[in-house]
C-alpha cells in the first residue's frame, strides 16, 4: 500500500472521544440451565442514566454508543417497549450527548428463532421500529462485533445459539449478515441520512492459520456484497467501518493494523469503535497512551481516524463468572455500584485534550 508522506503532527485535527457502554446480553449456559449476561443491569447502568450520562460529558464525550436492548424492546413479534430507549434517548439529547444505538449486541429475545427464515424480517421490523420512533437519532450500530458472535455462537458453542465447529460457524455467519443487511435498509427505507456503523474487531493475523485476515473480515465484506453476493450485501449497508482492538499476544504495531484496513476498505471511513485491556502488567492510562500513539501514527501515515473511543467507560463485569469486577473503564464500581475513577484514565484524557489529540467539548 502507497501511503500518503507523514503530516506535520500539529497541522492534524484533534479527534472526537466517544464512549461505549458496556451492553452486552447474550445467553450462556450456566448450572444446568440458561443464564444472560446483561451488562446494563450488572453495571447498574439501567438505574444511573442519567448519572452516568453526566460522568460522560465530564471527561469531554463527543458521544456515546449505549444499548438498544432488543430482548427487552421487542418482547413478542410485532409488540416493542419503549420504557428503556424513550429515556435514553431522551437524556442524551438533554446532555447534548451524540448518541449510536446497537440495535443488536450478540443477544436476542426469547422468543425468536434465530436461524429461522423469519429472523431477518423480525430484526429489520425492530430496526424500523426504532428509525420511525426516534427521528432525532443519526447513527446507528446495527449489530456490535458479529465475527465474535459467529465464533462463540457458532464455532464454539458458547453462546446461544450453542452451534458447534465449521458447519454451525457458516449457518450462524451468513444467517448474521443476513439480519445486519435486512435492518441496515430497513433503517434508510425511513431515514435515508442514517449513517450505519459495524464495529468488528480487528486484530493482528500473521501466522493465525485458524483466523487469518480474510477470516476476520468475511462479515464486513458480505455485508459489503464483496463476497457471497447471494446473500444481497451492498455498500449501502455500511457507512464506516468500526475497528475494535484489544490486547493482542505479540502486542503488533497498531497502525499497522489501521494501515492494512484502509487498504482493504479504502472507500470507508474508519473508526476505533473500541479499546481497553491491556496485556498484564500494564495499567490502563498505559494502554491508552499506546493506543493513542499508535492511531496518531496511522494518522500522520494518511489514514484519517476521526474518532477514538475507550470501551467500556463504565468496568464491566466478566464474561465467564459475572460475579468477578473487572476494572477496564475509566469508572470502576463500588459493591454497591457506586462510580470511581479508575487508573487515572480522568486525568490521561484531559491531557489528550489539552495536548490537542483529543477535541474539546463544545458546550
Given at each position: 500500500m502507497k501511503t500518503k508522506p507523514p503530516a506535520d503532527p500539529f497541522s492534524l485535527p484533534p479527534m472526537e472521544f466517544w464512549a461505549f457502554l458496556e451492553n452486552s446480553d447474550f445467553q450462556r449456559r450456566r448450572g444446568g440451565g440458561l443464564y444472560r449476561q446483561d451488562e446494563v443491569r450488572l453495571i447498574q447502568h439501567d438505574t444511573r442514566l442519567d448519572e452516568d450520562y453526566t460522568l460522560m460529558v465530564s471527561i469531554g464525550?463527543?458521544?456515546?454508543?449505549?444499548?438498544?436492548?432488543?430482548?427487552?424492546?421487542?418482547?413478542?413479534?410485532?409488540?416493542?417497549?419503549?420504557?428503556?430507549?424513550?429515556?435514553?434517548?431522551?437524556?442524551a439529547e438533554r446532555h447534548g450527548l451524540r448518541l449510536y444505538l446497537d440495535l443488536w449486541h450478540y443477544g436476542y429475545p426469547d422468543w425468536l428463532d434465530l436461524l429461522a427464515d423469519d429472523a431477518p424480517a423480525h430484526f429489520a421490523e425492530?430496526?424500523?421500529?426504532?428509525?420511525?420512533?426516534?427521528?432525532?437519532?443519526?447513527?446507528?450500530?446495527?449489530?456490535?462485533?458479529?465475527?465474535?458472535?459467529?465464533?462463540?455462537?457458532?464455532?464454539?458453542?458458547?453462546?446461544?445459539?450453542?452451534?458447534?465447529?465449521?458447519?454451525?460457524?457458516?449457518?450462524?455467519?451468513?444467517?448474521?449478515?443476513?439480519?445486519?443487511?435486512?435492518?441496515?435498509?430497513?433503517?434508510?427505507?425511513?431515514?435515508?441520512?442514517?449513517?450505519?456503523?459495524?464495529?468488528?474487531?480487528?486484530?493482528?493475523?500473521?501466522?493465525?492459520?485458524?483466523?487469518?485476515?480474510?477470516?476476520?473480515?468475511?462479515?464486513?465484506?458480505?455485508?459489503?456484497?464483496?463476497?457471497?453476493?447471494?446473500?444481497?450485501?451492498?455498500?449501502?449497508?455500511?457507512?464506516v467501518i468500526g475497528l475494535n482492538h484489544y490486547r493482542d499476544t505479540t502486542l503488533p504495531p497498531f497502525h499497522r493494523l489501521l494501515l492494512k484496513a484502509k487498504e482493504r476498505w479504502s472507500d470507508k471511513p474508519l473508526w476505533l469503535t473500541e479499546t481497553s485491556g491491556p496485556p498484564q502488567g500494564w495499567r490502563q492510562n498505559e494502554w491508552f497512551w499506546w493506543m493513542l500513539s499508535e492511531v496518531m501514527l496511522a494518522r500522520l501515515m494518511g489514514v484519517a481516524i476521526p474518532v477514538f473511543t475507550w470501551a467500556p467507560v463504565i468496568s464491566m463485569f466478566d464474561w465467564v463468572d459475572e460475579r468477578k469486577h473487572l476494572r477496564n473503564g475509566v469508572w470502576k464500581l463500588t459493591p454497591e455500584g457506586e462510580r470511581r475513577p479508575n487508573d487515572h484514565l480522568i486525568e490521561a484524557l484531559a491531557l489528550a485534550r489539552e495536548y490537542g489529540y483529543l477535541r474539546q467539548r463544545l458546550s
Open positions: 464525550c463527543v458521544g456515546i454508543r449505549d444499548a438498544a436492548r432488543w430482548y427487552i424492546t421487542h418482547p413478542a413479534p410485532h409488540r416493542f417497549d419503549w420504557g428503556w430507549l424513550d429515556p435514553v434517548v431522551a437524556s425492530f430496526a424500523a421500529a426504532i428509525a420511525a420512533r426516534y427521528p432525532s437519532l443519526q447513527d446507528y450500530c446495527v449489530c456490535n462485533e458479529p465475527t465474535l458472535m459467529v465464533e462463540m455462537g457458532g464455532h464454539h458453542g458458547r453462546w446461544c445459539p450453542f452451534l458447534r465447529g465449521k458447519t454451525g460457524e457458516d449457518r450462524l455467519r451468513a444467517q448474521v449478515c443476513r439480519m445486519i443487511i435486512a435492518a441496515s435498509r430497513a433503517i434508510l427505507a425511513i431515514r435515508p441520512q442514517a449513517r450505519l456503523i459495524l464495529p468488528d474487531p480487528w486484530h493482528a493475523t500473521e501466522g493465525n492459520r485458524a483466523r487469518p485476515e480474510d477470516v476476520q473480515a468475511r462479515v464486513l465484506d458480505t455485508v459489503l456484497g464483496r463476497r457471497d453476493p447471494e446473500l444481497g450485501g451492498g455498500g449501502d449497508c455500511i457507512h
